[in-house]
């Protein structure tokens, strides 16, 4: 089945829409790219970097003629964009999203989408840290999951040809319903950041009150937080407010368990301690051999070589 579009609209062109523009053109997916987006400095920066060919304020312009049309843009703007772009879908078009919760799409999508579209959300689980149009690279999906939540009434060929298409920007794909993509991603997204921002803020309080080093010397643990903690804020205050329930059901859990480990530190329980942490360190091998994380010693970062001591030469 051929997985070429003639003409791909993005509708938001941050870090997932420029690294689709960059990926779908290195790898000959489409004939035309249409950028849309809200504000001209980012449109014009789109443009500097040849993300496209046609750019435009006028998210409905962009979809025009468009068989692929792909929100890119935070979920909080989804209503309003789907209202605007509706009348001006092609017939036989797909319509698809990245966003990082899919129940809530589909509720305020849905109801916009004409028949004749087959609406397919999608969410990449790929990402980092950084914003806007110059943070996207080509091989951002390379080896990882796109999940695809279709629903019953989409004809299997329109399914099939978007997964041909991240299936050829590299991703591996899977279709699931969208309840059930929103409880794992609660688990194992939505509820770390939260207690990443947690954390970084209490230590950001701790600082500012006591006037303390923290910051200065804070090692790899705190570290690590302030990567996650330093996430887009508007992209993860939609992702609290539109799956509210999963999170609130995952970090219920997460309360518990975080109990049982005060309890084991208040009682001094070193076994319990121990089995869980052994626990944890096999998940981290697992990921790391299903190949979604690098063995690396501190995640891979890079080093500067320390210089060689005397008695070292
Ligand atoms: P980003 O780098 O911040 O870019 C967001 C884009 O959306 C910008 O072009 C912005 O345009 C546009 N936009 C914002 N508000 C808009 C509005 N009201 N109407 C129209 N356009 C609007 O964001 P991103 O990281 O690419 O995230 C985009 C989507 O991908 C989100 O739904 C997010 O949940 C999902 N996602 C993100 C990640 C990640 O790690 N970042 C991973 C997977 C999925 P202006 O600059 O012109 O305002």
């Known amino acids: 089945m051929s997985v070429h579009f003639k003409k791909l609209a993005l509708i938001g062109i941050g870090l997932i829409g420029s690294s689709i523009a960059l990926a779908a053109r290195r790898h000959g997916l489409v004939d035309t790219i249409a950028i849309a987006t809200r504000r001209e400095e980012t449109l014009d920066e789109a443009r500097a970097l040849a993300l496209g060919d046609i750019y435009t304020l006028d998210a409905a312009e962009a979809v025009h003629g468009a068989d692929l049309v792909i929100l890119c843009a ?7 964009l789907a209202k605007a772009i509706a009348p001006a879908l092609e017939p036989g078009a797909i319509l698809s999203d990245v966003g ?42 390379s080896g990882r999951w796109c999940v695809l939540t279709p629903g019953p009434e989409v004809p299997q060929e329109q399914t099939d040809k978007l997964v ?6 590299g991703s591996n794909v899977e279709c699931m319903d969208a309840a059930h993509h929103d409880m794992v991603l609660a688990i194992t ?10 954390i970084v803020g209490t230590v950001a309080d701790l600082e500012a009150d006591t006037k303390s080093e923290v910051i200065k010397f804070s090692a790899s643990g705190f570290r690590d937080f302030t990567r996650i903690a330093a996430s887009d804020p508007v992209m993860w205050r939609d992702v609290f407010l539109t799956n509210r329930d999963a999170v609130l ?3 219920g859990r997460f309360l518990e368990d975080l109990s049982v480990l005060q309890r084991a530190v208040r009682t001094g329980d070193g076994p319990a301690l121990e089995e869980m942490f052994t626990r944890t360190r096999a998940i981290r091998r697992s990921i790391i051999n299903a190949g ?4 690396a010693a501190d995640f891979g970062r890079p080093h500067e070589a320390v210089p060689k001591s005397e008695e070292q030469r």
């Open 292 to 295: 979604q994380e690098t063995a």
């Open 164 to 169: 041909g298409f991240w299936r050829a920007m």
């Open 100 to 141: 990082s919760v899919k129940a809530h799409v589909h509720k305020v999508v849905g109801p916009y989408v004409p028949p004749n579209v087959a609406f397919i959300p999608g969410h990449p689980l790929a990402g980092t840290e950084h914003s806007g149009p110059g943070a996207g690279f080509a091989e951002l999906f």
């Open 249 to 251: 059901e995952m970090l």
């Open 189 to 198: 997204s939505h509820v770390p950041h939260l207690v990443a921002y947690n």
């Open 74 to 80: 935070p979920v909080g703007a989804y209503e309003a």
